[in-house]
């Protein structure tokens, strides 16, 4: 599986729309962009994943690059309760079924 | 609908003990994978299986270690003759085993604290 970068950090004001960047440039053509979190040592959670297109459920939007090359997680109005360590990771089923983590994103919700 | 069931969430072995993980996985899975998290660090994947067979153990620990998901019942991560080295949150997951993207659901975890 491709490596990502994310930074190791990030504030966000509660209310704000929180954009974490993910950068995964050596990503294959049939790998998928997943997002998980995990909120102070709860199981990951899953939140979003993608291909090539751009996706939204209720939880968050993920925009992808046109060259695949990064993607952004977008939480549209950050709470309280969405701080925790966002991971990025790229994966693909067919090739290996282990999801690799990262160190992540601390992202930090501010009121 | 229940998402993925493990027990107990908290257990307490001491040095030289036997310590038994349970996962049920969320209702229609059958693919269930281990991860461990240790103090401080990352996830780390330790074992992809399917029912009454071991498909990856490449993050298993060569001794001690050991998992099975039989045809009936929960899977179960097994851990002899515990060490304090082994104090880690155990996270299992669970996949419907279909297509490229093969979304793993997480459950709570089991913690596990060696004296």
């Known amino acids: 599986d491709a490596k990502t970068t994310q930074p190791p950090s990030m504030d966000c004001a509660e209310g704000r729309a929180a954009n974490l960047p993910c950068n995964h440039s050596?990503?294959?053509?049939?790998?998928?962009v997943y997002w998980y979190r995990q909120i102070h040592s709860q199981g990951p959670q899953y939140i979003i994943h993608?291909?090539?297109n751009n996706e939204t459920n209720e939880m968050a939007s993920l925009i992808i690059t046109e060259d695949r090359k990064s993607s952004t997680l977008i939480l549209p109005h950050a709470t309280l309760r969405d701080t925790a360590v966002y991971y990025c990771?790229?994966?693909?089923?067919?090739?290996?079924?282990?999801?690799?983590f990262g160190s992540g994103t601390q992202l930090t919700v501010l009121p | 609908n229940a998402g993925v069931m493990q027990n107990p969430r908290h257990l307490v072995r001491r040095r030289g003990q036997e310590a038994r993980l349970r996962c049920s996985p969320m209702?229609?899975?059958?693919?269930v994978y281990w991860y461990r998290q240790l103090p401080e660090e990352g996830l780390k994947f330790m074992v992809y299986?399917?029912?009454?067979?071991?498909?990856?153990e490449s993050g298993m620990p060569k001794e001690r270690f050991s998992a099975e998901f039989p045809k009936e019942g929960p899977s179960i991560l097994r851990i002899q003759q515990v060490v304090r080295g082994d104090s880690a949150a155990y996270f299992c997951?669970?996949?419907?085993?279909?297509?490229?993207?093969?979304?793993?659901?997480f459950g709570p975890g089991t913690r596990l604290t060696v004296l």
């Open positions: 299986l399917q029912k009454e067979n071991i498909i990856d």
């Open positions: 997951a669970s996949s419907p085993g279909q297509g490229e993207a093969d979304t793993q659901y």
């Open positions: 993608g291909l090539k």
């Open positions: 050596t990503i294959s053509g049939n790998e998928y």
């Open positions: 990771i790229v994966f693909n089923s067919g090739s290996a079924r282990q999801l690799t």
């Open positions: 209702k229609g899975h059958s693919h």
